[in-house]
């Protein structure tokens, strides 16, 4: 009885799917592996990989290097995603939020509408995406004024094909020659172009779409984007960040740690520590705010801008 009852308390586990999803894991990316290189090894293969290396060409105006607001917002961009990401999850996972907020709607500024009470959870998911968006909308207008979007929109059609060769080299485990400093290969690009042009954009509108104080003025446009269509899409786009840090930052320290932290954070093309000791200050930063961002304290900074309360 108790070894039936250990084995139906274990089927019963969220962590039961791990028994079986992480061999199949395993074995689906060994079979890709062995796929890939069995076509890198055939003739047309090769050729292919000849015809196509990875890198699309890019125009003739395209600057090259980064540059030094380059480096600073990626490093705004991975903090407040974080924090994006963690209060977004616990918002959707908490059913019983350890305090809410509801905005103060007196003095001489005052908002139009009755005051939402919201948690604190959400209220730190707002706070912080108003802050990515805001520096969104300045890394907006430096990349369009500087020329560095051509980095990151494709403006040739071999860009497809030149991923699909990337992504053939990197599933071969022989990957490809990387040289960000002059170009990204069109894997990446295509990758970039989708988180800045695409993700970014659908979680900004769908988060809008959701929010509570707004919800309610949006009601006339249930028709065409009704609310339960944003709360479906907003999701997976959060998985889609997920799973892009997890291969990116994968990816940075696998091909180059130091010459491409060198890059992302210190805006220049060596392969000394500088970029490396930037980074692991950011971390630290992080990790502090991670343990900081508590509901004592966040019921401090909240308390500040509106009532908290249970």
Known sequence: MAFSDTMTGLRTSRWFKLVWTAPAVLVVLLLLVLAAKGIR?????????????????????TPVGFPAWLAWQHGLNA????????????VRTIQRPDAFWTRNNSGPIRTAGKPVRISLNLWMHICLDTLWVVNGVLFYVLLFSTGQWARIIPTRW???????????????????VENGWVNYNALQVLSYFLVVFVAAPLALVTGIRMSPGLAVR????????????????????????????????????ATGALNNLNHMYAARNDNGWVGFWIFAASVVVMVAAWIAAKPIVLRSIAGTFGRVGR
């Open 41 to 61: 090894a055939s003739d047309g293969g090769q050729s292919f990989l000849e015809t196509y290396p990875g890198a699309s060409e890019l125009p003739s105006f």
């Open 79 to 90: 903090f407040f995603l974080l924090f994006i990401i963690r209060s977004g999850w616990l």
């Open 158 to 176: 071999d860009i497809f094909p030149n991923a699909l060769s990337a992504g053939l080299q990197y599933a071969s485990l022989n990957w490809p």
């Open 218 to 253: 949006f009601t006339p446009l249930d028709r065409v984007f009704p609310l339960p269509v944003a709360r479906k899409v907003h999701f997976p786009v959060m998985v889609f960040f997920v799973a892009f840090i997890v291969v990116h930052v994968t990816l940075v320290l």
